[in-house]
């Protein structure tokens, strides 16, 4: 599935969307370069899932905790500075395996291991400095349900 972004507001509306689908226990998994908007996307998640606190990047702390409606919390990893993801494996497993945690994984490969097969990929390319490419792909039950609500 693929979207086309033009602008801020665009991946910020349509993060709204996949925040309004989710219910809990969904794992999503970010792909792509460095600025590409994948923070914004998780801000516009956090929106949907009516998270009202500013959403920053955890580049730096490696997990943000949001809490959302419904009791959901928004769990948001960022593995970018990380060589080797250690005790963090046994972290991460205790996120996905809570039923009101949404997990959203930035820079996974180091735990890919961990995660579970039901996830949804949203890679976003960068053809242009202003316009963004988004695909979107699941592999799962839950993933499913969440990529054919986005009708796209």
Known sequence: MLKEINSENEMKDFGRL????????????????????????VKGIAI???????????SFTINRVYRGRDG????????????NAG??????QETI????????IEWGEIVNGVLPTD?????IISPTETSRQIVVTSDGGNSRKIADGLNL
Do not use: A, C
């Open 119 to 123: 996830r949804l990929s949203i890679h």
């Open 18 to 41: 996949i925040g309004s689908l989710l219910r809990g226990s969904e794992i999503i998994e970010l792909v792509g370069d460095v600025g590409v908007g994948k923070t914004t996307l």
């Open 97 to 104: 395996s809570d039923p009101k945690t949404i997990t959203i």
């Open 72 to 83: 959901l919390i928004l769990s948001h990893y960022d593995f970018y500075r990380l060589n």
């Open 87 to 92: 005790i963090m494996t046994n972290e991460l």
């Open 48 to 58: 949907g899932l009516g998270i009202d606190e500013y959403v920053q990047s955890p």
